[in-house]
């Protein structure tokens, strides 16, 4: 299975408690780019610019797609349309989340480059954008805002009736 949604939404960390109940592995697409390339993501979006950032995020959903298990998207990557081709078999998680919970989630520091200048207005503004494609893409949509990280594992794996993917 396959969680998309807006930076701050808890994808990397869902992912990592759903993995652990399900036993499956969990690949974090920006863990893969940064371990495949010994770089941050920060350092590749400075040095080589955003669309680099992005084949390296395709190639890294291409290679996860083929093994079993969770699969925990950075916030742009469903944007790309290989991306959706790639996903378009497996069930999709949106894990939403507004403003008000992904702000301090998030700290807006400088590990998410897209969100460095002005972050907030940054954040809501690529929402705006995405939404409509997070809507399409989603199977299931699930709201964290006022929830736990476990709590929202928990309404995950209940959306999908307890059955592993
Ligand atoms: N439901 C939640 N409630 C509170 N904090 C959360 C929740 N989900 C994630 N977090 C925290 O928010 C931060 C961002 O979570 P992360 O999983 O990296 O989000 P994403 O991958 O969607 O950008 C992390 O510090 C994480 O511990
Ligand atoms: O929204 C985006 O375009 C991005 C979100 C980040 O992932 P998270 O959504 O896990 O923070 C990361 O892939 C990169 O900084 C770009
Ligand atoms: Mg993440």
Redesign the pocket.
């Known amino acids: 299975m396959v969680l998309i949604g807006?930076?701050?939404?808890g994808?990397?960390t869902v992912g990592r408690l759903l993995a652990e109940r399900w036993g499956l592995d969990l690949v974090d697409?920006?863990a893969e780019v940064e371990s495949a390339t010994g770089r941050t993501?920060s350092d590749i979006?400075v040095e080589d610019g955003e669309p680099a950032?992005r084949a390296l995020?395709v190639e890294a959903v291409r290679a996860a797609v083929r093994r079993p298990g969770v699969l925990?998207l950075?916030?742009?990557?469903p944007m790309q349309e290989p991306v959706q081709e790639l996903i378009a078999d497996l069930p999709v998680v949106l894990l939403e989340v507004g403003i008000a919970d992904a702000s301090p989630r998030i700290g807006f520091d400088r590990s998410?480059?897209?969100l460095s200048v002005n972050p907030r207005a940054q954040w809501s503004r690529?929402m705006e954008q995405r939404r409509p494609t997070y809507a399409r893409l989603a199977d299931v949509v699930v709201d964290t805002s006022g929830r736990s990280a476990d709590d929202v594992a928990t309404a995950v794996a209940a959306a999908l009736e307890d059955g592993a993917p």
């Open positions: 807006p930076p701050g939404a994808k990397s697409t920006d993501i979006f950032f995020e925990a950075g916030g742009g990557a998410r480059p897209l690529l």
